[in-house]
């Protein structure tokens, strides 16, 4: 009998016994390609010797030290390797142990910032539908996916949410993309004029938008929209690129490939591949110097902030990724996995939409390509497409409630950024024998 409180308390996951590149072996000896990366986080595989080689020469130095009473040098150095690779102005980095907990740092610290320029009523976010942003109560606040919210949403504080910019379902027929990101980014002009701009501390999205929408992409034009009408109100521009940056997408920064940036990035889940647990937000010099000429003092913390070994590891992995100039072979690997996925899937009759940057990529499924009309949610086909591909040697990350929390599903790909073309064709065949399975099951 297992004593760990697993996320479902009715299945005990396969115990693994070892990673190696994309590949992930139990203790039965099955093996398993990670198309996912877990959850989009294993950017460079697994046992990567480069990086256990960091860690265990910080594990030799020292593994942990209070960052209320020391710096180290790994948390020095992966602070000044993001900030002259980050977009102009960003050139501060506040580092912290994961995705949500970048997320709560950033919206405090939007808050603190304002506090400081003598602002004390800006204290509401504004998030689309359908983000995930962290299941902490601040991110779970600002994210929109409804389902998730739901059962905490009498603790959460007060976000406001507009509409996500999601072509393949919002789009009207005839209507130039141009003209889309330009009436979908006007949400947010007419939210801020609903609410008071200064009473709005800022804007909270990500770029390309992962598990709840399956890398749904921006339409052009709609970002330089979304920047132009923050500036023009005075409120910040928070980028959520946990799950999207970092190489993922074929840019590090993943705002990049939309000619913005934002005045908060938050970043976790390529920054240490996995191989420790870290994250970090990276802040424009306005922010920072406003707290350090006012109070002088980040009102947050937690232990584990700049943990030594976690910025060691994150190092190593950006190092490698620089190195090796993977972010290059994302967009190169990326666009033969989406032309893979178009030659298996784009005739299939449930299949409606293969989307993404790099080596983000998701399927939406649907029971008419014609009415785009979904699967009944109990059918539960996200469940049993894992089911059916854990079963054949494959991770992906299918997802249900897709349009509303409820309705709809989704596959999530995401392969290191080392994956091979006879990876991405094993890749293709395992999903197609999966979804196969799942749909003619039950």
Same mark, same amino acid.
């Given at each position: ?188 002009? #007419?939210?801020?004029?609903? +609410?008071?701009?200064?009473? /709005?501390?800022? &804007?909270?999205?990500? $770029?390309? %938008? @992962? ?120 967009? #190169?690997?990326?666009?033969? +996995?989406?032309?893979?996925? /178009?030659?298996? &899937?784009?005739?299939? $009759?449930? %299949? @409606? ?90």
């Amino acid at each position: 009998m297992s004593h760990v409180f697993h996320r479902h308390t009715r299945a005990i996951p396969p115990v693994v016994a070892r990673g190696e590149g994309a590949y992930i072996t139990d203790r039965n000896g099955k093996q398993y390609l990670d198309a996912s990366g877990g959850a989009a986080v294993s950017c460079l595989g697994h046992n990567h010797p480069d990086v256990l080689q960091a860690i265990k020469n910080q594990l030799d130095a020292i593994p942990f030290a209070h960052t209320g009473f020391f710096t180290s040098d790994p948390l020095e150095e992966l602070a000044t390797h993001l900030s002259e690779r980050a977009p102009v102005d960003l050139g501060k980095v506040y580092v912290v142990s994961g995705g949500s907990e970048a997320m709560e740092a950033a919206l405090k610290m939007g808050r603190q910032y304002f506090l400081e320029l003598g602002q004390p009523s800006r204290q509401i976010y504004i998030g689309r539908r359908q983000s995930y942003h962290g299941n902490t109560l601040g991110a779970l606040a600002t994210g929109g996916n409804l389902w998730r919210r739901r059962p905490y949403a009498p603790l959460l504080i007060e976000s406001h949410h507009i509409a996500p910019c999601y072509a393949y379902r919002d789009r009207q027929p005839g209507e130039p993309e141009q003209a889309y990101s330009y009436r979908v980014a006007e949400e947010l002009e #007419e939210k801020i004029l609903e +609410l008071g701009a200064q009473n /709005v501390i800022g &804007f909270v999205a990500e $770029p390309v %938008v @992962g598990a709840t929408l399956g890398a749904v992409p921006p339409t052009p034009g709609y970002f330089q929209r979304i920047r132009e009408i923050c500036d023009r109100h005075g409120i910040l521009l928070i980028l959520d690129e946990v799950m999207c940056g970092m190489g993922r997408t074929g840019s590090l920064f993943a705002c990049e490939q939309d000619g913005i940036t934002g005045d908060l990035i938050t970043i976790a889940k390529g920054l240490g591949g996995g191989y420790q647990p870290v994250g970090a937000v990276v802040v424009d010099q306005k922010i920072y110097q406003a707290i350090h000429d006012g109070t002088g003092f980040f009102q947050h913390g937690h232990t584990y902030l700049g943990h030594a070994t976690a910025c060691a590891a994150a190092l190593a992995v950006q190092q490698v990724i620089e190195r090796d100039n993977l972010v290059k072979r994302v967009r #190169e690997m990326g666009a033969i +996995l989406e032309q893979s996925l /178009v030659t298996r &899937f784009a005739d299939h $009759p449930h %299949v @409606g939409d293969i989307r993404g940057r790099g080596l983000f990529i998701g399927l939406e499924f649907v029971k008419d390509r014609t009415s785009k009309s979904t699967f009944d949610p109990e059918f539960e086909l996200h469940r049993r497409l894992k089911e059916a591909a854990m079963d054949n040697g494959l991770i992906c990350y299918p997802m249900g409630g897709t349009i509303d929390g409820k309705r709809g599903s989704h596959v999530l790909l995401a392969p290191p950024y080392t994956v091979s073309q006879d990876q991405i064709g094993e890749l293709v065949n395992k999903l197609a024998i999966a979804l196969d399975i799942a749909l003619n099951t039950g």
